[in-house]
């Protein structure tokens, strides 16, 4: 993440909003008597919101951890020949 003063930020607002909004990639700005903030893309934000949702949700969580466990001891549903051909249309 850079790093940029308030003052550089706001002399360069135009080419610091592309950055975020365009290459996803958020800013640090520093301000000398008080805190520091960051720029991000709302679709980062909203990206970000939906992952902290996910990890919060133990259920949720908990299904997850049991469909990586059955998929690494390949427990899982498998489909027939005739079903995999439906599925891709051969």
Same mark, same amino acid.
């Given at each position: 993440m850079d790093t940029v003063s308030v003052n550089k930020f706001? @002399?360069?607002l135009k080419s610091y909003v592309e950055q975020v909004v365009n290459k996803h990639i958020p800013i640090k700005v520093t301000r000398r008597a008080g805190q520091d903030f960051v720029v991000?893309?709302?679709d980062d934000w909203e990206r970000e919101q939906e992952t902290l949702y996910v990890l919060q949700n133990n @259920?949720?969580?908990k299904q997850i951890a049991a469909s990586i466990g059955s998929h690494l001891e390949e427990t899982g549903y498998k489909p027939t020949a005739e079903?995999? @051909?439906?599925?891709?249309g051969v």
């Open positions: 706001r @002399d360069n991000v893309s709302a @259920d949720l969580m079903e995999v @051909d439906e599925i891709t």
